[in-house]
């Protein structure tokens, strides 16, 4: 695969594609990545050169290919970059909500997870049980067990 992380002093490797005449020329900046998957999906369908031959000059894996060619066809250039998918933040534990838990647990430690996630509620809180765990145990205020003595 290409090198994904691109530091600035690293020189700009550009190569233009030669067109009918002198003066046209087309540039595909190798230190872009999606410009190279593209190019990569562009060779392979329109030369009569085997998929590995294309995939080895450009530095990817045949499933590689594959890949971004599944991507391409279904969600058009957009597809073939690094974004990742779904949700940029969580959606219900705002850090009011977690200073809101870490607040009840040091004012009742003796509730448990499912006594905190029931006061919540009443405040209008829309939260799960689990995630009330999750934060107490993120904020290292979670209870340890303790063996009960055999006898």
Do not use: W
């Not at 233009?16 to 998957?37: A, L, S």
């Not at 905190?116 to 145990?137: C, P, W």
């Amino acid at each position: 695969m290409i090198n994904k992380s691109v530091s600035k002093q690293q020189p700009k490797k550009v190569v233009y594609i030669q067109g009918e005449t002198p003066k046209r020329r087309f540039p595909i900046n190798f230190n872009d990545e999606v410009q190279v998957r593209y190019e990569m999906l562009r060779q392979a369908s329109l030369s009569k050169k085997p998929i590995e031959t294309i995939c080895d000059k450009f530095n990817y894996s045949k499933d590689m290919y594959y890949y971004y060619k599944r991507k391409f066809e279904k969600n058009g250039v957009l597809a073939l970059s690094n974004k990742k998918t779904g949700p940029k933040e969580a959606t219900k534990r705002t850090e009011n909500l977690e200073k809101k838990i870490v607040q009840l647990r040091f004012d009742n430690p003796e509730l448990n997870m499912y006594d905190i996630h029931d006061k919540l509620k009443k405040e209008g809180f829309d939260v799960s049980s689990r995630t009330v765990a999750r934060v107490i145990n993120n904020h290292g205020l979670s209870k340890k067990k303790r063996k009960k003595d055999a006898f």
